[in-house]
């Protein structure tokens, strides 16, 4: 689902016509494709995610991946950007998504791991 989510963000500033400058760069391409990345992997490495190497690698692309749905939450704020609905479309609710999602997945991760 991050995955998607991932994409969705690097997409939209080409769907909502943004102007594709620095900011657009840093605040949503980027973290999008390593939001892909991230979340590609962990969901081809939940196979292995039994074994406690896999556990640990499961644990840090989650914590790289709320980390990059943080930044994507506020970034727009800190870079400037133009704060209109396709702003929050594009760029703040998949941020606020990856962060929640990965954040529970996470919690439930850690919890179960400890059982």
Same mark, same amino acid.
């Given at each position: 689902?991050?995955?998607? +989510? %991932?994409?969705?963000?690097?997409?939209?500033? @080409?769907?909502?016509?943004?102007? !594709? /400058?620095?900011?657009? *760069?840093?605040?949503? !391409? #980027?973290?999008?494709?390593?939001?892909?990345? &991230? %979340?590609? =992997?962990?969901? *081809?490495?939940?196979?292995?995610?039994? $074994?406690?190497? /896999?556990? =640990? *690698? @499961?644990? $840090?692309?989650? $914590?790289?991946?709320?980390? +990059?749905?943080?930044?994507? #939450?506020? &970034?727009? +704020? *800190?870079?400037? @950007?133009?704060?209109? /609905? $396709?702003?929050?479309? %594009?760029? !703040?609710?998949?941020?606020?998504?990856?962060?929640?999602?990965?954040?529970?997945?996470? =919690? =439930?991760?850690?919890?179960?791991?400890?059982?």
């Amino acid at each position: 689902m991050t995955a998607l +989510l %991932g994409i969705w963000a690097v997409v939209a500033p @080409f769907v909502f016509s943004w102007d !594709i /400058g620095a900011a657009v *760069l840093a605040g949503n !391409i #980027l973290p999008g494709l390593q939001v892909v990345a &991230c %979340g590609g =992997y962990a969901g *081809l490495r939940l196979v292995g995610a039994a $074994s406690e190497p /896999g556990q =640990y *690698l @499961f644990a $840090s692309l989650t $914590s790289a991946m709320t980390v +990059l749905g943080a930044w994507m #939450l506020v &970034c727009p +704020l *800190l870079l400037g @950007f133009r704060l209109e /609905g $396709s702003t929050y479309l %594009g760029a !703040i609710l998949p941020g606020a998504a990856i962060l929640v999602l990965n954040l529970a997945n996470g =919690y =439930y991760g850690w919890r179960e791991a400890r059982e």
